[in-house]
């Protein structure tokens, strides 16, 4: 730009303003330098900023933000290791297919090379896991960069992109206001929608009229697209039981009648016909493959993304489209309910979801109040306290995890989120900033395991400085899946026989909350977790974590349900 007249901006308003133009409204990450400046310039923009204490958090409340949002989240750290911090973010976004723009300083471009601070070719780093990756080739560039990382993050299927800013493009003084008036650049629109091809949609509507035993399965993707309205009148229409993923839940309530959660490994052994709405044949499906699935089951799968069509299945019809319209396609087509369909079949599972929901409630009533509690009767007594609205769920930690997402009932969609594609652990603390921003109204609830905590446990300091008043619940079992009692982790320790899963006994995690200014409490039985869950709803204002001692679970041998291993003939 050119040197004449008077400094009227600089590099960081430039940057600013051209994520303002973009709709930005919160900005996640750590600054450093050289970024100091450009969250100093959002923040005179009107851009919140919410500082992390790592780059990995912050990432992960951006890549959530996007989700819940449907516009990409967006995070800024400082160049080299904040880059590499930041990638862990960068990949949960490229799995889970969610928009993300990471926005980081580099060193100054006449320093390239030369070894400079915290120097590193950060485009290249970053290429593998992005869908666009650049640095400007000049400050009048920023705007248009930042605006195709945008563009590339929001359109097709969604996912990450990366912006490097040199540490003289952030601090050039601007003089020439023609210039930078004729380069801004204005917000992206909302993706481009499309409708499935007439002659798939035709073979698809026969498929599933003449299915037996027909399955929909909603997963998170449908949830992304907002295609709630579209799927209720889908499943009215046909009368088709369905089952969600586990980030697909609240799509339709878990209470609606044909929900058949609670019988997924009888729904998937004896599905005929599958119509997956935005879920994907990956290891959360099993693949698609016996012996989960039957032998002759047949899928539909509505998908945006070509490529993913026949993964794992090369038999897949493909309803390729935004899942809004493409289900919309269907509902047009489907004037009644399926006419071929067993009614023994959808009995049969909602038998099997009836008599699997009792001895869950059973299994969360076992022992008395002052007992030593377990992942069931710690879940029941969460679930009892919680309010039924207003309430988001962050799941995070192996068992804790999987054995909650059958307790929480949820009603309504992007509220209840997780691990995720990546079975990523570290998220919590991200998620649950993330979408306490995105949802301010709401009391967003994070169950956690304790090793799952431990990767994040530092941004309370974060989510109090922020005034957010989340509820962390650590579900405490003294390790990695199992932990060890008192006694016997002492013994282990000391003749170095200690499990490479063990964790120390009763770590102080509600005191590590104090410490950062929010409340915690340490419970070990039903009723001082009933009172410390009353006390920390009353607390609206504060971050709260309640700190839950389990039965360690011991040195038992470790199954999960995904875990399949399945006799196959080898060449």
Not at 234 to 262: I, N, R
Not at 327 to 334: D, E, K, P
Not at 442 to 467: C, H, N, Q, W, Y
């Amino acid at each position: 730009m050119s040197s004449l007249g008077p400094v009227i901006s600089s590099g960081a308003e430039l940057i600013a303003s051209s994520l303002k133009n973009q709709g930005v409204d919160v900005l996640f990450g750590i600054v450093g330098i050289p970024v100091v400046e450009i969250a100093e310039a959002c923040v005179a923009a009107g851009i919140r900023f919410i500082g992390f204490r790592n780059e990995q958090s912050a990432t992960y409340a951006a890549s959530i933000y996007g989700y819940l949002s449907g516009r990409p989240g967006v995070c800024l750290t400082v160049g080299g290791p904040g880059v590499i911090h930041g990638l862990a973010g960068v990949l949960n976004s490229k799995l889970n297919c969610w928009p993300l723009v990471l926005i980081s300083g580099s060193c100054d471009t006449d320093q390239v090379d030369k070894g400079a601070f915290q120097e590193l070719d950060q485009v290249e780093a970053c290429r593998p896991y992005c869908k666009y990756a650049a640095r400007p080739t000049s400050l009048e560039q920023v705007p248009f960069v930042i605006e195709k990382a945008f563009r590339t993050a929001l359109y097709g299927r969604p996912g990450p992109t990366y912006v490097d800013l040199p540490a003289d493009y952030i601090q050039f003084p601007i003089r020439n206001k023609q210039v930078l008036d004729s380069i801004q650049v204005q917000k992206v629109p909302d993706a481009p929608k499309s409708m499935a091809n007439p002659s798939d949609l035709n073979q698809a509507v026969q498929l599933l009229k003449d299915a037996k035993h027909p399955l929909i399965v909603i997963g998170k993707g449908a949830a992304y697209a907002r295609a709630e309205k579209e799927i209720s009148e889908l499943v009215e229409k046909t009368q088709s039981p369905f089952l969600p993923t586990p980030m697909g839940k609240g799509v339709l309530s878990d209470t609606h009648p044909l929900c058949v959660s609670a019988a997924r490994s009888k729904a998937l052994k004896e599905a005929d016909v599958v119509l997956l709405i935005g879920a994907r044949l990956n290891w959360i499906l099993h693949f698609g493959q016996t012996p989960r699935w039957g032998p002759n089951v047949r899928f539909i799968q509505i998908d945006i993304a070509p490529e993913e069509i026949g993964n794992n299945r090369q038999d897949t019809l493909p309803l390729l489209g935004d899942i809004q319209l493409v289900v919309s396609q269907l509902n047009q087509s489907i004037q009644a309910k399926l006419p071929n369909m067993d009614p023994k079949y959808v009995s049969g599972l909602i038998s099997k979801v009836k008599a699997n929901g009792e001895k869950l409630k059973e299994s969360g009533l076992k022992g008395t109040d002052s007992s030593v509690l377990g992942y069931q009767t710690a879940f029941t007594t969460i679930k009892n306290m919680l309010p039924e609205k207003d309430i988001v769920y962050i799941g995070e930690g192996a068992n804790t995890m999987d054995i909650a997402r059958s307790f929480f009932d949820l009603h309504e969609p992007r509220q209840r989120l997780d691990a995720g594609t990546g079975a990523t652990m570290g998220v919590g603390m991200g998620y649950a900033i993330g979408a306490q921003m995105y949802y301010p109204n709401k009391r967003v609830v994070s169950i956690v395991g304790d090793s799952a905590f431990g990767f994040s446990a530092m941004e309370l300091e974060t989510a109090v400085r922020s005034r957010l008043p989340i509820l962390i619940i650590v579900i405490n079992n003294n390790g990695i899946y199992h932990g060890l009692e008192d006694d016997d982790f002492e013994a282990s320790r000391k003749n170095g026989t200690l499990p490479t899963t063990s964790l120390s006994p009763e770590t102080r995690y509600d005191l590590i909350c104090e410490a950062c200014g929010g409340q915690g409490w340490l419970v070990k039985n039903r009723l001082e977790l009933g009172n410390a869950l009353k006390d920390a709803l009353a607390a609206k204002d504060q971050t709260c974590l309640i700190n839950v001692l389990i039965a360690p679970g011991g040195r038992n041998k470790l199954e999960f349900a995904w875990m399949q291993n399945e006799d196959k003939a080898k060449l």
